[in-house]
T-cell receptor, first 111, second 113 residues
Framework: GESVGLHLPTLSVQEGDNSIINCAYS??????FIWYKQESGKGPQFIID?????DKRQGQRVTVLLNKTVKHLSLQIAATQPGDSAVYFC??????????FGAGTRLTVKP | KAGVTQTPRYLIKTRGQQVTLSCSPI?????VSWYQQTPGQGLQFLFE???????NKGNFPGRFSGRQFSNSRSEMNVSTLELGDSALYLC????????????FGPGTRLLVL
């Protein structure tokens, strides 16, 4: 069946480095994609979104890239900080309008 | 603007019981979605309500139900609880349905013994 998935379950980076978190999706009808950050004991926090008519969107220290050809989504975090340590989820909204989440990637930032 | 609030934050029930969870969306938001989060299955969509009507439903048994009130507050109910229902139940609100950003509450952690 169709699914949203992440390439890596864990990612460890040095403070100050850039982080790249990847996500693969298989529903070509999905037209809205979101990245969430979830810290321990909290609900997911919206980071950035992108619609299918775009291939790049930038926020504060974050950039989302969408490659519809290979159905790939990535989140880039510039100058990663200890406060960025969390689990990151990609999510897609498909043609039936329900939100489907990937498994999540745990980002650990080493001081 | 206050965020999404969920009550209670923690709950312990026994098998066979039923439970009702509550969610108050961000002021002005009319869409409320519910999710179940477990270590094994991740975040799974339960259902979405918009203007007191269920718009979408995930692949969960009929023991899981919900409703939305005229003030957009929402409740979800789980009847005949099973051990596997132990999870973090998250509520998210958005201004409307469709391509709208969803903002999550802190969740209700349910433990079924």
């Amino acid at each position: 069946g169709e699914s949203v998935g992440l390439h890596l379950p864990t990612l460890s980076v040095q403070e100050g480095d850039n982080s790249i978190i990847n996500c693969a999706y298989s529903n070509s009808a999905s037209d809205y994609f979101i990245w969430y950050k979830q810290e321990s004991g909290k609900g997911p926090q919206f980071i950035i979104d992108i619609r299918s008519n775009m291939d790049k969107r930038q926020g504060q220290r974050v950039t989302v890239l969408l490659n519809k050809t290979v159905k790939h989504l990535s989140l880039q975090i510039a100058a990663t900080q200890p406060g960025d340590s969390a689990v990151y989820f990609c999510a897609e909204k498909g043609n039936n309008n329900d939100m489907r989440f990937g498994a999540g990637t745990r980002l650990t930032v080493k001081p | 603007k206050a965020g999404v609030t969920q009550t209670p934050r923690y709950l312990i029930k026994t098998r066979g019981q039923q439970v009702t969870l509550s969610c108050s969306p961000i002021s002005g938001h009319r869409s409320v979605s519910w999710y179940q989060q477990t270590p094994g299955q991740g975040l799974q969509f339960l259902f979405e309500y918009f203007s007191e009507t269920q718009r979408n439903k995930g692949n969960f048994p009929g023991r899981f139900s919900g409703r939305q009130f005229s003030n957009s507050r929402s409740e979800m109910n789980v009847s005949t609880l099973e051990l596997g229902d132990s999870a973090l139940y998250l509520c998210a609100s958005s201004r409307s349905s469709g391509q709208e950003t969803q903002y999550f509450g802190p969740g209700t952690r349910l433990l079924v013994l």
